[in-house]
T-cell receptor
Framework: GESVGLHLPTLSVQEGDNSIINCAYS??????FIWYKQESGKGPQFIID?????DKRQGQRVTVLLNKTVKHLSLQIAATQPGDSAVYFC????????????FGTGTQLKVEL | DTAVSQTPKYLVTQMGNDKSIKCEQN?????MYWYKQDSKKFLKIMFS???????INETVPNRFSPKSPDKAHLNLHINSLELGDSAVYFC??????????????FGEGSWLTVV
């Protein structure tokens, strides 16, 4: 399943499928990007980050891709599980401008059994 | 132990009241933040402090006054509460430099409802 993030706030996927959550960031000077997961009733939880000198970074079941040319970020979740159901936010930061983290709109990921 | 803890978790109060939300972090970070999340889940920074010094102050009404007694605490005081202040307020912390593998950690949030 794939979402356009800002324009499709809800993404539904079947358990076991791969999920792709997209994000368009706004500041071409941003050099640090973070994906957060927010479960219902909780605070944003760090998933993975990437710096602008990279275009791909992998974690456990998650991969972040960065395309600076089109100011696009994506989060890929492999073998999506029910526990992955949450709202996912991308956030951008220009480290030379203070630690002012700017969040995207968020995408609700729903995992169907 | 919770890394970034904030109290109270839930707060219901009447318009015009003054209330405070407290935040403490035990991560040894020197920078702390307050974020506001509205009903559409949009997260926006309000303030940041570094070693008790105000660094970021977004366009926030001056009814909101952060106070940092030491670098492990950043409290948020709100005067003359309005209906539009109803939101979830998140405290967060980080090292000053985010260039060395450090990131920003969030608390669990304080749900403020103004009636």
């Amino acid at each position: 399943g794939e979402s356009v993030g800002l324009h499709l706030p809800t993404l539904s996927v079947q358990e076991g499928d791969n999920s792709i959550i997209n994000c368009a960031y706004s500041n071409s000077a941003s050099d640090y990007f973070i994906w957060y997961k927010q479960e219902s009733g909780k605070g944003p939880q760090f998933i993975i980050d990437i710096r602008s000198n990279m275009d791909k970074r992998q974690g456990q079941r998650v991969t972040v891709l960065l395309n600076k040319t089109v100011k696009h970020l994506s989060l890929q979740i492999a073998a999506t599980q029910p526990g992955d159901s949450a709202v996912y936010f991308c956030a951008e930061l220009f480290t030379g401008g203070g630690n002012k983290l700017t969040f995207g709109t968020g995408t609700q990921l729903k995992v169907e059994l | 132990d919770t890394a970034v803890s904030q109290t109270p978790k839930y707060l219901v109060t009447q318009m015009g009241n003054d209330k405070s939300i407290k935040c403490e972090q035990n991560l040894g970070h020197d920078t702390m933040y307050w974020y506001k999340q509205d009903s559409k889940k949009f997260l926006k920074i309000m303030f940041s402090y570094n070693n008790k010094e105000l660094i970021i102050n977004e366009t926030v009404p001056n009814r909101f006054s952060p106070k940092s007694p030491d670098k492990a605490h950043l409290n948020l005081h709100i005067n003359s509460l309005e209906l539009g202040d109803s939101a979830v307020y998140f405290c967060a912390s980080s090292q000053e430099s985010l260039l060395s593998g450090n990131t920003i950690y969030f608390g669990e949030g304080s749900w403020l409802t103004v009636v």
